[in-house]
């Protein structure tokens, strides 16, 4: 999820309630600020090597579900899914990609992200 993070871009504007600064950029009171929020999956200052997939991660503060009063009420459903669908690929012979990583076609629209085919052979 925090590595190929469903949604591809923005959510919906925020708006500051008091004056803050955001990277380095002063937003004032009533600004509207657009998140990215698949940007803070990858923050260096937030996770080790973020560019890497390591499904042995400690500690894994995504964004992907949401936060705070925007967060997701799915994610106990969405963790079994996955668990479930790869536990059912992995029992048995080993799924290897049947095209180059750098293949694979992804599809990015302004809310979802997603790799739009997945070809494997056993």
């Keep these: 999820m925090r590595y190929a993070p469903f949604r591809s871009h923005v959510t919906f504007a925020r708006y500051a309630t008091e004056d803050v600064e955001v990277g380095g950029t002063l937003v004032r009171a009533g600004e509207q600020v657009l998140p990215a929020l698949p940007a803070g999956n990858r923050d260096p200052a937030r996770f080790t090597a973020p560019d890497r997939l390591d499904f042995h991660r400690e500690g894994n503060p995504h964004l992907s579900f949401g ?50 085919s997945l070809p494997v052979t056993w």
Excluded: F, Y
Aim: charged fraction near 25%; include cysteine.
């Design 67 to 116: 936060h705070g009063q925007h967060h997701c009420m799915g994610p106990p459903l969405v963790r079994m899914l996955v668990r479930v669908a790869v536990a059912t690929l992995l029992d048995g012979p080993e799924p290897k990609l049947a095209v180059a990583e750098r293949e694979l076609p992804w599809r990015a629209d302004l809310i979802i992200r997603r790799v739009e």
